[in-house]
């Protein structure tokens, strides 16, 4: 059965850190794609981050570049998104998904492009 968990969600104060991880079981990761997505209360759900399973290029939304890193990591079969420079705006359910689609120098950030998703982790800034 493919399943995705992210865990490391948390409350943090502004301008802190946060390590996401998604990790993937039942599937290997190194053959997909694999997104970030965000989703505060009201809102729809909002590309954060993706990186590509060819060339691992990273795609970054505008909103956190400079400030989110995402990698990989395939011998843990795990994904992980570094969150540094927290702001109260980042404030969402945090959710990774994976596709199959092979993409090269490019990794989408839409939802519409993922087949499989994780149930979500809370991260809140505030202070």
């Known amino acids: 059965q493919l399943q995705l968990v992210e865990s490391g969600g948390d409350l943090v104060q502004p301008g802190g850190s946060l390590r996401l991880s998604c990790a993937a079981s039942g599937f290997t990761l190194d053959y997909y794609s694999i997104g970030w997505f965000r989703q505060a209360p009201g809102k729809e759900r909002e590309g954060v981050s993706a990186?590509?399973?060819?060339?691992?290029?990273?795609f970054y939304a505008d909103s956190v570049k400079g400030r989110f890193t995402i990698s990989r990591d395939n011998a843990k079969n795990t994904v992980y998104l570094q969150m540094n420079s927290l702001k109260p705006e980042d404030t969402a359910v945090y959710y990774c998904a994976a596709t199959r689609n092979d993409y090269t120098d490019y990794a989408p950030l839409l939802h519409s492009e993922y087949d499989y998703w994780g149930q979500g982790t809370q991260v809140t800034v505030s202070s």
């Open positions: 990186i590509n399973n060819s060339d691992e290029s990273p």
